[in-house]
């Protein structure tokens, strides 16, 4: 039989397989983080019909004939390029860009690997992939709130409904001005006096309104008295003192000599630790010729609930609270690897390691060779249509090829027959 039947049969079946690799690209067109596969061709094993010679004083040299026997897959590889990123309306959706891929457990233990940040909240609160597979990171230490990028992975989850207890107030800074114009000598105390009501809480997370009157003394000395007042039953405060300020500059001056410029004392009825002391501070307090307008927040908080969260670039998990506070939540990891066209497809968009790939280097987002990530965001797939469709051209005339060389190997059989025939 003719070499050429067998061969042109491997070019059929490499083809074959070419034109599978393209259409499994196209059908993947819009499959979340694909990466497209390509295909090399390698010639298979060649026939030595005569071996060549070296030359010598009476003739020159002799080239080696071969027939080659056909044609056969070298490999089938991955794109890994950046796939464009398309915006969404989900926090829990991530795109990587750069190097790396999502950690997920299997549910069996082991741990697969994907491009593919298509993520939603289960009703666990943990952040998983469509088909369930838990999204892997850090957790913060219960005690310090701090993450350790060297303790094992965990399930990232975010704790909807969770609770902040408050936090009671410790320090009261004023800030703003008392108008130098105002007179000490005036007979109605509105026209030599400031008030200014300061929210401070208790160790229960409740909020006590406080007023605090500042009442000019002396024009000349620039001298301030300050005191303390509150309409809440079951309430009482007390603090009082005075302040003064540089004639020539109107900036505060400390009198005291030593932190803090005073203090305001709270009796409570309602369970809370008293009396609750709370330290103040006039520095940021001005006297020029302005209106006055006079501020004075507390470090204090009222409890919280979990309101929402965000996913920043390195993959940290910030929480939002009722109360004002953000709260790390946890950190979500990375892995790359040394060759990663070695990664095993798995199906599900998930990849696991082979012996080709190297381990996988578990990390920070952003640090070393793995990418950032972005939050509200998919990498869509890096199928080049284009490309995809001349592939397309470029195996269906290979195969066509192929199978005429078949039809013309048959006719050649036939007319070897007819030899007999004649």
Request: hydrophobic share 35%; charged share 10%.
């Amino acid at each position: 039989m003719l070499r050429s039947l067998f061969s042109a049969i491997s070019g059929l079946r490499s083809n074959q397989t070419f034109m599978d690799v393209v259409g499994n690209n196209i059908s993947n067109v819009n499959t979340t983080g694909f990466k497209a596969a390509h295909l090399t061709f390698e010639d298979l094993l060649s026939q030595t019909v005569r071996d060549g010679s070296a030359p010598d004083q009476q003739r020159g040299g002799i080239n080696p004939a071969q027939v080659g026997l056909g044609v056969q897959v070298a490999s089938i590889g991955m794109s890994m390029a950046q796939g464009n990123l398309q915006a969404t309306e989900s926090p829990t959706d991530l795109a990587i860009q750069g190097d790396g891929f999502f950690i997920l457990a299997n549910g069996q233990g082991g741990r697969v690997y994907t491009r593919d940040g298509g993520f939603s909240l289960g009703p666990n609160g943990v952040l998983a992939n469509a088909n369930g597979l838990e999204v892997l990171g850090w957790l913060p230490d219960p005690t310090t709130g701090l993450i350790d990028p060297a303790q094992p992975l965990q399930p990232i989850t975010i704790p909807v409904g969770d609770q902040m207890v408050g936090q009671a107030s410790t320090q009261v800074t004023f800030k703003g001005n008392l108008d130098q114009r105002l007179d000490a000598a005036a007979a109605n105390a509105s026209d030599k006096s400031v008030q200014t009501t300061v929210t401070l809480y208790d160790t229960l997370g409740q909020a006590h309104q406080v007023t605090v009157t500042f009442t000019k003394t002396n024009n000349a000395s620039n001298t301030w008295s300050w005191s303390v007042s509150t309409t809440e039953s079951g309430v009482s405060v007390s603090g009082s003192g005075s302040l003064s300020f540089d004639p020539a500059t109107g900036a505060f001056t400390d009198t005291n000599g030593t932190a803090p410029d005073g203090t305001i004392s709270l009796t409570l009825g309602n369970g809370a630790t008293s009396p609750q002391s709370v330290n103040v501070s006039f520095a940021n307090l001005t006297q020029v010729a302005a209106s006055s307008s006079v501020d004075g927040p507390s470090d204090g908080l009222a409890p919280g609930s979990l309101t929402g969260f965000s996913i920043g670039a390195n993959g940290e998990v910030t929480g939002a609270y009722s109360n004002g506070l953000k709260k790390l939540l946890g950190q979500v990891a990375l892995a790359s690897f040394a060759n990663p066209q070695g990664l095993l497809r798995q199906g599900g968009n998930t990849f696991t390691t082979s012996p080709n790939s190297g381990t996988p280097v578990i990390g920070v987002p952003g640090r070393g060779s793995r990418g950032q990530i972005s939050s509200g965001y998919l990498e869509m797939s890096n199928v080049d249509l284009g490309q995809e469709f001349t592939n397309m051209i470029t195996a269906e005339r290979g195969f066509q090829a192929s199978s005429r060389v078949i039809t013309t190997s048959d006719e050649i059989l036939q007319e070897l027959v007819n030899l007999k025939r004649q």
